[in-house]
Each structure stands twice: as structure tokens, then as C-alpha cells.
């Protein structure tokens, strides 16, 4: 016989049911045949009533149910005013008092002042270190805003080779710091987030960089009639990578766990080298250059570029049949292409190593829209190359041997199909792109060997001299 929660014995399944069925003779008889349906109906209710009585008319069961806490609330209709304001304004309260959670300069300079004052010696070099001990000890004089940075996870996590068991002081501080940083970000990027839902909307994000544009020093030369391009520019990067489903908003949680926000801020170093800022999309020598290069290529001055004007760009070598592809895929307004469209299409071509970068090659590439590039499609691409490589005088090389080259250097799951994981799984996905897209490109592959072999030799004549 088992037992239920309360001590209660419960009847074994067998006896039960013959309990319900002798309970259910004694019922009054129909006058009339039921069918199968009211059968099952008569039943459920006798097997609801029996049972209640054997629980003793206990009240509802359920009750339990009032305790779980609310975990969904509507958001309020464009035309409920009033709740959409008490909303920004909780919002906005909560936000302040999360602001003043966070370490403030004096507090930092504070928490550095202790963990100089309680190091453990030796130093090892220049770098001073603490024990768990001296640890605990710090955290119990820097204040309660320092209490989650003091526990055994942290100081485990810092923990590394130093056979006193010791970590070093400098890099506990900076991880104190960048967490400091990470929450002050966020509580920023989150005033922006119109919706309140933990994402930003591209005009939330062009709102956060134009607003951020005077804090940074290295865009003091940029003239205010720029400012919309560089938005434009800078908050494409972000779309691109890190909105591949193009739903047109971006987690939070992304934005701060990719680079591009160091790279943003970085601009504020004012002594950044000149080599640092042409690397950096962001910076203004950078935005100016793209802008640029699109002015260019516009030759009739309209603020678009056709298939003709985007057949110049880079080395002027890429194939019409790849650009007739980017002009099927991509958004265009009466068959040219605006600079938003262009700055995606910069971003790809100049990030081929990227997943994001393929993933919208691929797309091009595959121009039966199957998910995978079959020989038909490689064909389809390098027959281009040949007939670029016949106007420019070079004799064609053979589609077997490129294909076969291909395949080796993807090596994909299917030995007759490319798909765009193999690809990037691959880490060959830039020189098959490049081979297929560019003769530039593709010369440059096809000629790796001697090109290698010539800088040797340079390198070799630079030493002797």
C-alpha cells in the first residue's frame, strides 16, 4: 500500500478502479442507450467526484499557483500615453540607481591605495602581488559596492602560476576596472534603448554614436555636415556582423560582448598612432576614405552607384557576372545601389575571413538558392574569370583543375556540394571567394609561389645592401 504526501494510504490502481466501477453500478440506470461520447463524460465526472471525497473536499488544489510570481507584463499601446511615460520614467529611475551601484573614480583610487597597502611580497619584476588572506582583508575595508568583486571565484579565476598562490594586484585592479566599464556601457547603451526590451534599433544606435561624437578627440577635424555619413558608416559595421538575420536591432549583450565598442572608444586616446587609426573602422581617416571612394566611383554625381560605377571598384578586376549577382540580391532604388548598400558591400569584400562576410557572398554565389555551391555554381562564376583572363591576353586555365582545387581546400562533408559551414569550418573561405569573384584575385593566387619567392628575393637584396 503506498502512501501519499500527507501520511494518506492510496489505493493500488486495480483496487481503485473496481472501487469506481462497483460505486458506478450502483448509479441509476439510463433509460436509454448513451452513446460512446456521454459514457466517457459520466466517467470523468464520477472519477472527479469520488476523487474529491477521497481527498476529503479538500479546497482547490491549485492554490499553489497564486505564489508564482508575475512574469509577464503587456506593453503598453502607442495611444496609452500615460503608461508609456510611467514606463520611461521607471525605467530611467532604475537605471540611476543601477549608475550609482558602480565604483566612482574616488572609490577606485581608494580600492587601489588598499591593495598597494596589504601586498604580499616577493614581487616578482616590478608587479606586485597579494594572497587570499590579504584578499579577504581588502574587501572587508573597500565598502559594500567592492563586496562582489572579493570571492574565492574571482581571485581562483586570477590565480595562475605563482608558486605563493598569490595573484597580481595590477590585474585584479584592471578586471575590477573593465567590469566597471562593462556597467557603465550598458546602463548608457540601455537609455537609448527605446523599447526597454535589451536591444537597439538602428536609429537607437545612430542616436548613441551621434550623441558620443564630441567626447571622442579624434573626430574633432570632422566637419558637422559629415556627421550623418560617419553615423551611417560606424553604425553599418554593427548591423553587419552582428544583425545576420537582418531583423533591423541588436542585442545589448552583443554589442558589449564584441570588440567594435573598444575600437569606437578608443578614439578618445588623443596620442592614438596614425597606423591605429587607419585600421580602426571607426576612426575618421578610415570613414573619410570609404565616403570618399564612393564619391569617386558616383561619376555622374546622383548620390548612386549603377553596375557600371561599382565595376571600378578596388583593382577594377571583379566579374560582371558577380556584380550582376550583387545587383539581384541586394537592396537597390531603381537599379542603383545607395550608400548603406555599399558600405555592407565594402564591409564583406574588405572582412572575407569573417563568417558574416561569407555568409553574404555566399548568398551571391549561390544562384540557385539551394544552401550549397554545387559545380554548376562554380562553374557559373569561373567561366567569367576565363573570358576576363582571354581580353587581358593570359591563356585560361582549366575549370577541372580549379574545381578540383577548390574541393581539396574546402574538403567539405559532401564531396559534391559546398555549403556555406564548410566554407567557413574551411578557414579557406577568402581565397575560394577571391578565386570566383576577382581575376585580380585570382591571379594572385595562381601566381602565390613566385610572388613569395620575388619579396624573398627583395628582402635578400635589402639585407645585402
Not at 497564486?66 to 520611461?88: C, M, N, S
Request: hydrophobic share 35%; net charge negative; aromatic share 12%.
Amino acid at each position: 500500500m503506498k502512501r501519499n504526501c500527507e501520511g494518506r494510504k492510496l489505493p493500488s490502481s486495480r483496487k481503485s478502479q473496481r472501487t469506481l466501477e462497483s460505486r458506478g453500478a450502483h448509479a441509476p440506470k439510463a433509460q436509454e442507450k448513451k452513446s460512446e461520447q456521454e459514457l466517457k463524460e459520466e466517467e470523468m465526472d464520477l472519477f472527479t467526484k469520488y476523487y474529491s471525497e477521497w481527498k476529503g473536499g479538500r479546497k482547490n488544489t491549485n492554490e499553489f499557483y497564486k505564489t508564482i510570481p508575475r512574469f509577464y507584463y503587456r506593453l503598453p499601446a502607442e495611444d496609452e500615453v500615460l503608461l508609456q511615460k510611467l514606463r520611461e520614467e521607471s525605467r530611467a529611475v532604475f537605471l540611476q540607481r543601477k549608475s550609482r551601484e558602480l565604483l566612482d573614480n574616488e572609490e577606485l583610487q581608494n580600492l587601489w591605495f588598499l591593495l598597494d597597502k596589504h601586498q604580499t611580497p616577493p614581487m616578482i619584476g616590478e608587479e606586485a602581488m597579494i594572497n587570499y588572506e590579504n584578499f579577504l582583508k581588502v574587501g572587508e575595508k573597500a565598502g559594500p559596492k567592492c563586496k562582489q568583486f572579493f570571492t574565492a571565484k574571482v581571485f581562483a579565476k586570477l590565480l595562475h602560476t605563482d608558486s605563493y598562490g598569490r595573484i597580481s594586484i595590477m590585474q585584479f585592479f584592471n578586471y575590477v576596472m573593465r567590469k566597471v566599464w562593462l556597467h557603465q556601457t550598458r546602463i548608457g547603451l540601455s537609455l537609448y534603448d527605446v523599447a526597454g526590451q535589451g536591444y537597439l534599433r538602428e536609429s537607437d544606435l545612430e542616436n548613441y554614436i551621434l550623441e558620443l561624437i564630441p567626447t571622442l578627440p579624434q573626430l574633432d577635424g570632422l566637419e558637422k555636415s559629415f556627421y550623418s555619413f560617419y553615423v551611417c558608416t560606424a553604425v553599418r559595421k554593427f548591423f553587419f556582423f552582428l544583425d545576420p538575420l537582418r531583423t533591423g536591432k541588436i542585442k545589448i549583450q552583443d554589442i558589449l560582448a564584441c570588440s567594435f565598442l573598444d575600437d569606437l572608444l578608443e578614439l578618445r586616446d588623443e596620442e592614438l598612432s596614425k597606423e591605429s587609426q587607419e585600421t580602426n573602422w571607426f576612426s575618421a581617416p578610415s570613414a573619410l576614405r570609404v565616403y570618399g571612394q564612393y564619391l569617386n566611383l558616383d561619376k555622374d554625381h546622383n548620390g548612386m552607384l549603377s553596375k557600371e560605377e561599382l565595376s571600378r571598384y578596388g583593382t577594377a578586376t571583379m566579374t560582371n557576372v558577380f556584380l550582376d549577382r550583387v545587383f539581384q540580391e541586394c537592396l537597390t532604388y531603381d537599379g542603383e545601389m545607395d550608400y548603406k548598400t555599399y558600405l555592407d558591400f565594402v564591409l564583406a569584400l574588405e572582412n572575407r575571413k569573417e563568417p558574416a562576410a561569407l555568409q553574404y557572398i555566399f548568398k551571391l554565389l549561390d544562384i540557385e538558392n539551394k544552401g550549397y555551391l554545387n559545380v554548376f555554381s562554380l562553374n557559373y562564376f569561373f567561366r567569367a574569370i576565363q573570358e576576363l583572363m582571354k581580353i587581358h591576353g593570359q591563356d585560361p586555365v582549366s575549370f577541372q583543375d580549379v574545381k578540383d582545387e577548390i574541393f581539396d581546400m574546402v574538403k567539405p562533408k559532401d564531396p559534391l556540394k559546398i555549403s556555406l559551414q564548410d566554407l567557413i569550418n574551411s578557414n579557406q573561405g577568402d581565397t575560394v571567394t577571391t578565386i570566383l569573384i576577382d581575376l585580380n584575385g585570382f591571379w594572385t593566387y595562381e601566381n602565390r609561389e613566385a610572388l613569395v619567392a620575388n619579396d624573398n628575393e627583395n628582402s635578400t637584396d635589402l639585407d645585402e645592401t
